[in-house]
């Protein structure tokens, strides 16, 4: 039973981490009127730079001096809270996701705040003392005020741009106005109007999550949009040269040579080379435009957004904007796959062809190499007879002197007759040394491979 409670108490600790709600606490700090200032950074390297810009909000605490006893730290999320002598606060919030990580500075003036201003954080001593990570993508500067959205004339002046969206959300009270132009600090301004007076602190926070998570995943969005312009030229490029080259390869592949078949694999695959590194750029790039856009259209429905009299709604300028974005993404990827497997089937028709082409020399090697064998047998057979013609020649020319010899001692009468006689013996005599040694050669030579084919090791 004893190693069960390990497993019991890591995964009662996973649910305990997966279950707690680190924004929570922040409601005991919030309240309006409240002026938010929100970057967003980009990282080039995010397993890298997310460790290091938790790093980077420690420092920021330090340098804004906020109290250990009111700082909350976590692996992707943390906040501190400072606090002046007269009830001022300023709320510094840090939260790393998988492509971006951001801050939410809040600055919480007093209740009798006389009117809520964009432009620098007014809270005392303030300075943005850190180059933040990656490359910024969006800045805002948003004001939430207890009363409801001041006329159209003030809004006019306050927000840059030639045309003001507005909309209510969560509530009949609640009220947003923005021109999504930015300012000359490059934030574009968000004024909200909560209509009552002692609006719950939780739904502030949601209110500004709810604008930071459009902002940002509007503009991560449409940065892309350069990247995805440039891409569509080179992929239209390559899809224009991959059609010549299937007419021409088509048209000429049942006659070409080795060497042409050779020069179009080298084209092709260097083709298809730089068509996967387009693709692996891009899939790193665009693969997560469907999640954001569907981030976009969840928040935006989760604000329950109603129209205003005489304002444009704020859904109407985000959907214009990324309408058909993330859909072209995924059609641009669509079309590389496409063509790197046109690239990829036409190689592989021209190994097929090479591949037979290497199979005919084969056989055709085989048929020389056969007909070569049964030369070197016939020569052989004719060696061998010659050899025995040649041996028959000298026995008959050793038998003549011995045959002479007797004839002089008187033991013949006739010599020659008797060399006559011996000419038919000397060519079985012949005969018999010819297939006699061949038999032994072969014997001693089978004899020699028998052990070494005995030795060698079982596979």
């Avoid at 306050?158 to 490059?186: C, H, K």
């Avoid at 239209?236 to 040579?257: C, N, P, T």
């Avoid at 298809?272 to 590194?277: C, G, H, I, P, V």
């Amino acid at each position: 039973m004893a190693h069960q409670d390990v497993p019991q108490s890591g995964t009662e600790a996973l649910l305990k981490k997966l279950h707690e709600r680190p924004h929570m606490p922040l409601a005991d700090w919030l309240r309006a009127p409240a002026h938010v200032h929100y970057k967003a950074f980009r990282m080039s390297d995010p397993p890298a730079q997310r460790k290091a810009s938790r790093e980077e909000f420690q420092s920021l605490l330090a340098a804004f001096s906020v109290p250990e006893e009111q700082t909350v730290l976590r692996e992707t999320f943390g906040y501190g809270v400072k606090e002046t002598a007269n009830g001022e606060r300023l709320i510094v919030v840090w939260q790393a996701h998988t492509e971006y990580y951001n801050y939410q500075l809040w600055h919480l003036p007093l209740p009798t705040w006389a009117e809520a201003a964009f432009g620098p954080l007014s809270f005392p001593g303030y300075k943005f003392p850190v180059t933040p990570l990656g490359t910024e993508v969006c800045r805002l500067d948003i004001v939430l005020a207890a009363e409801a959205l001041p006329s159209r004339e003030r809004l006019k002046s306050l927000l840059p741009g030639p045309v003001i969206y507005g909309s209510r959300i969560l509530d009949e009270q609640t009220s947003v106005a923005t021109s999504f132009t930015p300012d000359e600090q490059g934030r574009e301004r968000y004024w909200v109007g909560l209509g009552q007076p002692q609006a719950q602190a939780s739904r502030l926070k949601d209110i500004v999550d709810a604008i930071v998570r459009i902002e940002t995943y509007y503009h991560l969005l449409l940065m892309q949009k350069p990247l995805f312009s440039a891409a569509i030229d080179q992929v239209y490029k390559f899809e224009q040269v991959h059609l010549k080259q299937r007419e021409v390869i088509s048209g000429h592949i049942g006659h070409a040579d080795s060497q042409t078949l050779q020069r179009w694999l080298n084209s092709l695959t260097q083709d298809l080379l730089k068509t996967n590194r387009i693709a692996g750029k891009l899939h790193f790039e665009l693969s997560a435009s469907l999640p954001y856009d569907k981030i976009v259209h969840a928040t935006l429905a989760s604000l329950a957004e109603r129209p205003m009299d005489s304002y444009r709604p704020v859904s109407d300028y985000v959907l214009s904007g990324i309408t058909g974005v993330a859909d072209g993404y995924q059609q641009l990827l669509r079309r590389i796959e496409t063509l790197r497997g046109g690239f990829e089937g036409i190689i592989s028709i021209i190994r097929a062809r090479v591949d037979l082409i290497l199979e005919a020399q084969n056989l055709t090697l085989l048929q020389s190499v056969d007909k070569t064998t049964k030369s070197q047998v016939i020569l052989q057979h004719t060696v061998e007879g010659l050899s025995v013609i040649v041996i028959a020649y000298y026995l008959a020319g050793l038998a003549t002197y011995v045959l002479k010899g007797l004839h002089e001692a008187g033991w013949i009468k006739n010599a020659n007759i008797a060399s006559a006689v011996f000419v038919p013996i000397a060519i079985g005599l012949a005969f018999v040394i010819t297939t006699a040694s061949k038999k032994y050669l072969h014997k001693k030579w089978s004899g020699e491979q028998s052990p070494q084919e005995l030795n060698k090791p079982q596979a």
